[in-house]
């Protein structure tokens, strides 16, 4: 199958995934490395990779040698937290610059702030960062965000740990077709079907964390996500059939056919 290229790097996989609310983090290594996923996303603001020294390292479990690991902002409501978290991951991952984005507007429902995600995307991107950013929906603010320099759109499917998969994949659909860069669903996932749907619209990844961490057999969901992921690209590249309003056609040739008498 075709590679997924963020920033220069390439990748063969095109499921991201979370290291968030698993049991602990034997779980969470068993279950990313059943979901083949090669970049990895770490809650800055909540999991610990060196910055509480007194505290279990998530790094000891998941090495930034075979992963790439993909800080992001989870649980900022101001550009000047968010800048300063990434600032902060920079710092204890030795100069690393892929960073994922998320200003929160909203504690309840975690929809983004797209005010201050503009801000601070700007203020990364200048600072030399490589900006995977999280989104709402809209067309609009997506462009803008390419604009900006953002290496990557990433696009709600539905809120964030909600499992109500793609609630709009017409606005989905026009991000896709004039994004430029990688164009990858973010929050709300529930199935391997959500994943599945994501990749025929023609996106070019899933992230997820919470379809997989709050399954009743997490390593299970991973590997079902995988071949979810996987499924999903190859029919997009494939190309499905037109559909057919009140129209049907039969599988098999009629020519030929033996009449009834």
């Not at 909540?46 to 000891?60: M, S, V």
């Not at 017409?170 to 994501?198: C, E, H, M």
């Amino acid at each position: 199958m075709d590679n997924l290229t963020i920033a220069n790097k390439t990748y063969t996989s095109r499921l991201l995934v979370g290291t968030g609310k698993y049991k602990d983090f034997t779980e969470t290594r068993t279950a990313i490395e059943a979901s083949g996923a090669e970049i990895v996303t770490v809650a800055i603001r909540r999991t610990n990779i060196g910055q509480n020294t007194n505290e279990p390292n998530l790094l000891d479990s998941i090495s930034p040698s075979k992963y790439t690991l993909l800080p992001n902002t989870a649980g900022c409501y101001t550009v000047d937290d968010a800048v300063r978290t990434l600032r902060l991951a920079r710092e204890l991952l030795d100069g690393h610059n892929l960073v994922k984005l998320e200003v929160l507007g909203d504690p309840e429902t975690l929809f983004p702030n797209m005010a201050e995600t503009l801000r601070a995307a700007k203020i990364l991107v200048t600072e030399g960062f490589d900006v995977m950013v999280y989104t709402s929906d809209d067309p609009i603010a997506a462009r803008q965000l390419e604009e900006i320099g953002c290496v990557a759109i990433m696009p709600l499917a539905s809120l964030i740990g909600s499992g109500m998969g793609i609630l709009n994949p017409w606005n989905l659909q026009i991000i896709i077709d004039n994004a430029k860069v990688p164009v990858l669903v973010d929050a709300g996932v529930g199935t391997a079907s959500d994943a599945t749907i994501a990749l025929e619209l023609g996106c070019d990844g899933v992230l997820m964390n919470t379809a997989i961490a709050a399954a009743q057999n997490p390593v299970l969901m991973a590997s079902a996500m995988r071949k979810a992921v996987e499924a999903g690209r190859e029919a997009f590249l494939a190309g499905r059939m037109t559909k057919k309003v009140y129209t049907a056609s039969p599988s098999s040739p009629v020519d030929g056919v033996i009449a009834s008498t």
